[in-house]
């Protein structure tokens, strides 16, 4: 009898550990120095995050900090305070957190009431064994964290509302303002296609540690409960601490349906570069967009998504479905606007 025997079954295990840690390993060595990446409404946030990085913050705590700029600013109506409200004129927020280190994430959906949801999603990574919490659940587990309740209808965004409300059609009784000699008052809304806008933020820290946070009030005058891709991990942001990090703005459902920060992180870990592979999410989701109503007369997204990553190495990127747009950065030269790439023009 051999005193050191490998069972077929020890073998396998071997075997498959072994390839696991190949397909793992990171492509890109790594990064000794902070660098942030946003949105770009984000040029706050960046700086921000960098600040509190080079301070010896950890990567999450440095882009809560960072977001927590914009969640509070009420002249951002498309983040926490000031965001524009669901289609009942209530504040309905997403925000999910993701910690490189530890692999852990957490997350709120559809929290009313709480200006800074991306600290609520923080305390359901650090302080619960879930990863999601939703509406009145999420506002209960933030009262009991302290955090409290407050109105985050801002007059701006609630005139915004029922501006929207008022000429949503011309067949119901709320009125826009009007003379005597106006008729047929309201219209039937244009596509609302440009009521999108978030903020996401990753971030490198000083012990080369990546992490990752989306927040967002959603789409404007949502059907009251619509969730989309800020919260979910994998669709709004995903991050991997040894190959990097994604998220996204627009569009969710596109996100939803193609699981596409996840599909950023995934490409990057084959060896794509940041840019290559947001551009090949972008590519997925025109290959994936089939519906007319989705299309504009090219058969091309009629709609748009963003996508910003970093990788382990720090390299920096951002690409979109439709046109010019640029994303903000800010690292050991300052914080500063770059332009992304395009699908299409
Ligand atoms: N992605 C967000 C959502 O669908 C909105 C946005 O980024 O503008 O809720």
Known sequence: MPTNPITRRDFIRTGTAASAAAVLRPKTRPFAGPVAIASGNGLAAVARAV?????????????????????????????????????????????????GPTGRA?????????????????????????????????QEFARMHGFPIENLLTDRAREIWVRWRENLSNRDDYLPPHGPEDR????????????????????????????????????????PGRVGDS??????????????????????????ENCSSFLIVERMRMGDSPEQACLYACERIAQHTHLARLQNEAGEPAFNVSFYALNKAGEVAGARIRGKGRMAVADANGSRHIDMAYLYA
């Open 51 to 99: 600040e509190e990085i080079n301070a010896g913050a950890d990567a999450l705590d440095a882009v809560i900090a960072g977001v927590n700029l914009v969640e509070e600013d009420p002249n951002d109506t498309s983040v926490g305070y000031g965001g524009l409200p669901n289609a009942d004129g209530i504040v309905e927020l997403d925000s999910a957190v993701m910690h």
């Open 106 to 138: 957490g997350a709120v959906a559809s929290i009313q009431g709480i200006k800074y949801p991306s600290k609520v999603a923080q305390h359901v990574l650090q302080r619960t064994d879930h990863v999601l919490l939703v509406a009145k659940g999420a």
């Open 184 to 223: 047929d008052l309201g219209e039937a809304m244009r596509r609302n296609y440009d009521h999108w806008g978030t903020i996401h933020c990753s971030a490198i820290d000083l012990q080369g540690n990546i992490s990752s946070v989306t927040t967002t009030s959603g789409l404007a005058f949502k059907i």
């Open 231 to 256: 919260p979910i991990i994998g669709a709004g942001l995903y991050c991997d601490n040894e190959v990097g990090a994604a998220g996204s703005t627009g569009r969710g459902e596109a996100n939803l």
